[in-house]
Structures are given as structure tokens and as C-alpha cells.
């Protein structure tokens, strides 16, 4: 059985910093991208970062870029998301997600962490 659990979110200040993590198991998690989306209160949920199975990092909104860090330790079945800077417009339940390397559609999901950025 496939399961994701993130965890490292919470309530912030604006300005402030964040590390999420997302431990995978039930998976040969070098074989999945590992992806961050993010879903705000009454928004869309939006791809914010991935790290591929072959090494190739991606950051999927302007925003993010340069504030945002995505990582992997395969050793420990763990992707991280790194924030800095964090604004209130990143308030917003974070989840992570697999993809095999095979298909083209995350296959597996968390159940999301808040992320709260006060001003």
C-alpha cells in the first residue's frame, strides 16, 4: 500500500520560512517525480515544483522561483520543499504527489499539510 504523508506545515509570518517534507513508502521511490502542488481556498490546485526520477528539478510558477526549493533523499523516501520569503498569497494546503516514470499523471497522493502565511 502506497502512502504519502507530508508534514512541516503550520503558521507563519510573512517573510518567514518553511521546510515541508513528504515521506513515501509502499514505493520504489526512485522510480517516481515527486511533485508539490498546492491548493488555496477557493483556487485551483497548481503544480508548484517537481524533482524528477531522472534528477531534473522544475518549478512550475514565477512566484516560486528563487523562494521555493525542491529536494529529494532517496536513501530516506523523502522529498522536501524548501520556502523562504514566504508571502500570505502562499497560504494554501500543500500536497505531495508520485508519478511512475511510465505515466504521464501523478498516481499517488497525500493527504496535505496547511501552510498558513500571516502578515
Known amino acids: 500500500q502506497v502512502q504519502l504523508v507530508e508534514s512541516g506545515g503550520g503558521l507563519v509570518q510573512a517573510g518567514g520560512s518553511l521546510r515541508l517534507s513528504c515521506a513515501a513508502s509502499g514505493l520504489t521511490f526512485s522510480s517516481y517525480t515527486m511533485g508539490w502542488f498546492r491548493q488555496a481556498p477557493g483556487k485551483e490546485r497548481e503544480l508548484v515544483a517537481a524533482y524528477t526520477w531522472s534528477g531534473v528539478t522544475k518549478y512550475y510558477t514565477d512566484s516560486e522561483k528563487g523562494r521555493f526549493t525542491i529536494s529529494r533523499d532517496n536513501a530516506k523516501n523523502t522529498v522536501y520543499l524548501s520556502m523562504d520569503s514566504l508571502k500570505p498569497e502562499d497560504t494554501a494546503v500543500y500536497y505531495c504527489?508520485?508519478?511512475?516514470?511510465?505515466?504521464?499523471?501523478?498516481?499517488?497522493w497525500g493527504q496535505g499539510t496547511q501552510v498558513t502565511v500571516s502578515s
Open positions: 504527489a508520485a508519478q511512475l516514470y511510465s505515466s504521464n499523471s501523478y498516481n499517488y
